[in-house]
């Protein structure tokens, strides 16, 4: 038996938890830890043997479930024949090398090598420091703004958090960063214009980027990166013909894309990448979640050919690529995310997440899109939101401190289902495993339901 108090009070006393009240947490005002003790399939265990169906799969990252035993057998091999060794100066081991030639040949774009880090922050960070590395090989040294959406997430480390649209996480932190710039977000239901359609928004979302580029000046932007679905900043699918107007500004003033596929990357739209499914061309694709399924931390950037091949005609004139980490293209994480690809291309995750996904989006609209307190029922394969407002016909949002989002998420926590309060509104967001039944579908939406339910009940 563990001891649940002596736990929770080392874990108060020692912990720096992220996105958590600290002085609340220090002080136990909001309560003991939710200690992790167990996870099978779509479902976690907690130390007081609660069991949650786990609707967000960790952070949107455990797409083949919880439990898989392969995977850790997988890791056990590599870690008693090698634990670790560096790639830096051409060292590599045989389960990188597989691992990469796998994502050169499934990414999206013209993908030609891959930087390998551990989280989808230092992948956004390497892919700025691509874009600067890119720039400057190829003589245009002013080439280096990078463009970013509102309510895009991108991560915390300084440059991706100042990529990051979204205040809070710059607040008090000195962000953004000089040279990140912010355009609008493809948020048809609350940036649309009255009557606009999805088709006239996303020219005019367009129409903005481009205006943004010339004020800023095109020889000054170097890249815009953005999510194919916008996933923190409350899961959206863009806009009808969004990413067709969004390409061509970039084309024309010759400013590179990068695809944040970290949420969206292997299946999670029901496509092996958002990128994929949207026409996307991208020149660099950063990729984590999903490639481990969480299992150990690992994340990409891919590289193009486009911007490799600058890379490599200009080494014998500025010697070797200065960048890495001692983990980068870590051996046994790089075992586990073969093993994990291996049971996402078994299983055809992508495709079960296209059919399970249009079940939980026909679903989530049955039951949700009448109720009188939903703005918007929206989602794409297995990523899905309902947004919810005071009154549907104009909008309005619910006063901030009746705190609706998160009072409904907690209502689900206590009927066994893990939904997530999204921050930016009212919004309750859900990214099962991709291993969840359409029986699994029903329960999830059943129980968001009740949860809706009693949050309307308290507050009518
Ligand atoms: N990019 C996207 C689209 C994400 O959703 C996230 C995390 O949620 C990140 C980047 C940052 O990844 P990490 O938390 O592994 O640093």
Not at 300 to 323: C, L, P, Q, T
Not at 415 to 422: F, H, V
């Amino acid at each position: 038996m563990i001891d649940i108090k002596a736990i929770a009070e080392r874990d108060r006393s020692s912990v720096l938890h992220p996105f958590t009240q600290l002085k609340k947490y220090a002080t136990g005002n909001s309560g003991d830890p939710t200690i992790v003790t167990g996870g099978q399939g779509i479902r976690i265990q907690d130390a007081e043997g609660r069991s949650y169906i786990d609707a967000f799969a960790g952070l949107y990252c455990v797409n083949i479930g919880y439990g898989r035993t392969e995977v850790a057998e997988a890791i056990a091999r590599q870690a008693y024949k090698l634990a670790y060794y560096h790639t830096y100066a051409a060292h590599t081991t045989e389960e990188l090398a597989r691992l990469s030639d796998r994502l050169v040949r499934m990414a999206p774009g013209k993908p030609s090598k891959v930087f390998f880090g551990l989280s989808g922050s230092d992948a956004n960070e390497t892919q700025a420091k691509l874009v600067w590395y890119y720039n400057n090989l190829r003589g245009q040294p002013k080439k280096k703004k990078i463009i970013s959406r509102d309510r895009g997430y991108h991560g915390c480390s300084v440059v991706s958090g100042s990529m990051t649209g979204m205040s809070f996480y710059h607040d008090h932190m000195d962000l953004p960063f000089p040279g990140i710039v912010h355009t609008g977000a493809p948020h048809h239901y609350w940036g649309a214009e009255p009557g606009e359609t999805e088709e006239a928004f996303s020219r005019r979302r367009a129409a903005e980027l481009e205006e943004l580029i010339l004020r800023e000046e095109p020889d000054t932007v170097g890249a815009f990166i953005a999510e194919p679905v916008l996933g923190t900043g409350g899961i959206t699918p863009p806009p009808t013909d969004y990413w067709r107007e969004i390409q061509a500004v970039l084309r024309r003033y010759d400013v590179l894309l990068i695809a944040d596929e970290v949420i969206c990357g292997f299946g999670r739209t029901g496509a092996d990448f958002g990128s994929t499914l949207y026409e996307i061309e991208p020149d660099l694709v950063t990729v984590a979640k999903g490639l481990t399924s969480g299992y150990v931390p690992l994340s990409a950037a891919i590289v193009g050919e486009k911007v490799y091949a600058v890379m490599e005609e200009a080494a014998d004139r500025v010697g070797a690529f200065s960048h890495g980490y001692t983990y980068s293209g870590h051996p046994i994480a790089a075992a586990a995310a073969n093993a994990v690809l291996d049971i996402v291309e078994r299983e055809r995750l992508s495709d079960r997440a296209r059919t399970v996904g249009s079940h939980f989006q026909n679903r989530l609209k049955e039951r949700f899109a009448q109720l009188e307190i939903v703005g918007e029922v929206r989602g794409v394969g297995l990523l899905g939101a309902i947004e919810f407002v005071a009154d549907r016909q104009t909008k309005r949002r619910f006063d901030p401190k009746l705190k609706v989002g998160a009072r409904i998420s907690k209502a689900a926590r206590d009927r066994g289902l893990i939904a997530r309060a999204m921050p930016h509104g009212d919004i309750l967001g859900f990214a099962p495993p991709l291993v969840v039944s359409e029986a699994e579908i029903d329960e999830i939406v059943e129980l968001a339901h009740g949860a809706t339910k009693q949050v309307l009940d308290e507050l009518s």
